[in-house]
């Protein structure tokens, strides 16, 4: 098992380590009998990057031959979900969603949509991401979206007035998606049940989000209209939240459009002061974040939030969580490119 590890990259060690702590806590064996009725979609934004450093500098300090022939199998983004198959006897669909640094929510979006299709009866699904590298933080660092704050303890404040970047973090989150009817007849610990799903698209730039967040409102309404859920039972939102100027207030405008007059009695917060960014990943993280809110009626802080921005003007949950019986949340991811990405979670009743 030591050999085959080390020859894949970090990305795909981290989706196999999250997707085996998944099932084992869903109590979810896979057999020769149920294998290709499971199977599995984990999206990543940017792949085996580490592995590519590493490469890249033996091809110019020590010439081509010396460039490992696991090269292009470690770092291709489709790994993320082909190890993982590999690695707990996954047979059902899959596939590897790149969507930036909403792949991670695509993803277990794209497996609910599965198993709603029939092609399957239950899904590990989730992102992962590797990027703490010198190549991934100086791109992030020139593209101005790190934070240079000197503290690194607060530097991720997001929905602040001082906000000025993300601080890059890394790892994996990973679910598993089962068919109600299925899981219930095997006694599963059900978090709570996937409504909903929205996906959009902003047509606009690069990197930035679309003006007011135009793109997330739509794909905010895309799943409650999916849930048939009214805007007012939802209660918590977990946003995507970067800490970037950009995003946080376009992100407090999305949902207001979406949300109308009720965006002011629901709760937001972005777990990204803790966690950091962790781009492809962040989604996985973040759903299970939202699952735990739901089930166990309690909301996760936004932390360091001790500056206001007038222009983020919601119930962020500052600093402290916070217990509210939750009936419906929602988990928002947007990615460069203009990908936009929301899920929905009911309370299991």
């Known amino acids: 098992m030591k050999k085959r590890i080390e020859k894949i990259a970090r990305f795909s060690q981290f989706a196999i380590a ?21 199977g599995v979609i984990i999206g990543s934004g940017i792949g085996g990057l580490d592995v590519i450093e590493q490469e890249v500098e033996k091809l110019v ?16 983004l489709n790994m993320a979900s082909g190890n993982t198959s590999i690695y707990i006897g996954a047979k059902g669909p899959n596939k590897t969603v790149v969507t930036a640094c909403a792949s991670g929510t695509n993803s277990i979006g794209d497996a609910f949509q599965a198993i709603l299709l029939g092609k399957a009866d239950a899904m590990v699904a989730g992102g992962t991401e590797a990027t703490v590298t010198p190549s991934g933080i100086a791109g992030f660092a020139n593209l101005k979206a790190l934070s240079t704050n000197p503290d690194p303890k607060t530097a991720s404040r997001p929905f602040t007035a001082d906000r000025d ?23 599963a610990k059900i978090y709570a049940e996937v409504v909903g799903y929205g996906e959009t698209g902003d047509a606009f730039h690069m990197t930035a989000p679309s003006d007011g967040g135009e793109g997330a409102a739509r794909a905010f309404k895309m799943a409650l209209e999916q849930g048939n859920i009214k805007p007012e039972e939802v209660g918590y939102i977990n946003a995507h939240g970067t800490s970037t100027p950009a995003n946080d207030k376009n992100e407090t405008q999305a949902i207001k459009t979406a949300f109308g007059e009720h965006a002011y009695k629901l709760s937001v917060s972005s777990t990204k002061g803790a966690t950091g960014h962790l781009l492809g990943g962040a989604g996985g993280i973040e759903a299970a974040f939202l699952a735990l809110a739901i089930s166990e009626g309690i909301m996760p802080p936004t932390i360091n939030y001790e500056n206001p921005d007038p222009l983020c003007d919601l119930d962020y949950v500052p600093n402290k969580p916070v217990e509210r019986d939750i009936e419906v949340g929602m988990s928002s991811s947007l990615g460069f490119g203009g990908h936009n990405a929301v899920l929905a979670f009911r309370k299991y009743k």
């Open 18 to 38: 999250a997707s085996k702590e998944a099932l084992e806590d869903a109590k979810l064996e896979i057999t020769e009998e149920n294998a290709d009725r499971i």
């Open 61 to 76: 300090t020590r010439g081509p031959k010396r460039v490992s022939p696991f090269y292009i199998p470690a770092a291709i």
């Open 165 to 187: 970047g993300f601080v890059l973090g890394e790892g994996a989150g990973v679910l598993v998606l089962e068919e109600l009817e299925h899981a219930k007849k095997r006694g």
